[in-house]
Nanobody, 118 residues
């Protein structure tokens, strides 16, 4: 059974940092591109970042470029998202998913809540 379990979400002040983790199991993690996608209240999903299977290629949405860093540890089957200089508009549920542009046919985690507020 494929499982993606996100953790690390929290309430943080503007300008703060968080690191999200996504623990993967049930598939060959090291052979799959992976992404982070977020959904803010009342809005549709927004792709945030992707990383290729080997970790050598990354991409970011313009809204997070220069502030967020995606990475992965294939031996540990774990995906990460380091988020710095957080803004209130970063408030959302953050999901990890398989693929570089996840669709409903990909695997998704249950999400972790990030709230940026003073």
């Amino acid at each position: 059974e494929v499982q993606l379990v996100e953790s690390g979400g929290d309430l943080v002040q503007p300008g703060g940092s968080l690191r999200l983790s996504c623990a993967a199991s049930g598939f060959t993690f090291g052979s799959r591109d992976m992404s982070w996608v977020r959904q803010a209240p009342g809005k549709g999903p927004e792709w945030v970042s992707a990383i290729n299977s080997g970790g050598g290629s990354t991409s970011y949405a313009d809204s997070v470029k220069g502030r967020f860093t995606i990475s992965r540890d294939n031996p540990k089957n774990t995906l990460y998202l380091q988020m710095n200089s957080l803004k209130p508009e970063d408030t959302a549920v953050y999901y990890c998913a398989t693929g570089s542009a996840p669709t409903m046919e990909d695997y998704w985690g249950q999400g972790t809540q990030v709230t940026v507020s003073s």
